[in-house]
């Protein structure tokens, strides 16, 4: 298990309910599809919540092809989350 979660360095989801001045939401997780990954706690909401003093970090990975990825949890020093549909910036497959 690593030291510590691998914290949301940065998000650029403004549409995310999460994401005001960084990611609030306690702890994400990564999933996703056809090679692609995306934060899948994104929410789209007209209204800004999670914790007010959290700095996001990922729970879960389930890229298991993911370089980063060892037993489910992420091993990178952090993630960039990006783009309309909440992309981990970070993935690559091995």
């Avoid at 990975?61 to 981990?88: F, K, P, W």
């Amino acid at each position: 298990m690593p030291m510590s979660l691998a914290p949301v360095s940065t998000c650029t989801v403004t549409a995310c309910s999460f994401n005001h001045d960084g990611c609030h939401a306690g702890a994400i997780s990564v999933g996703g599809s056809d090679g692609s990954a995306a934060c899948e706690t994104f929410v789209a909401l007209d209204a800004r919540g999670g914790i007010p003093t959290a700095h996001g970090a990922v729970g879960a990975c389930q890229r298991l092809e993911c370089t980063h990825n060892r037993d489910l949890m992420c091993y990178a020093e952090g993630i960039t989350v990006g783009g309309d549909s909440a992309l981990c910036e970070t993935y690559e497959a091995s």
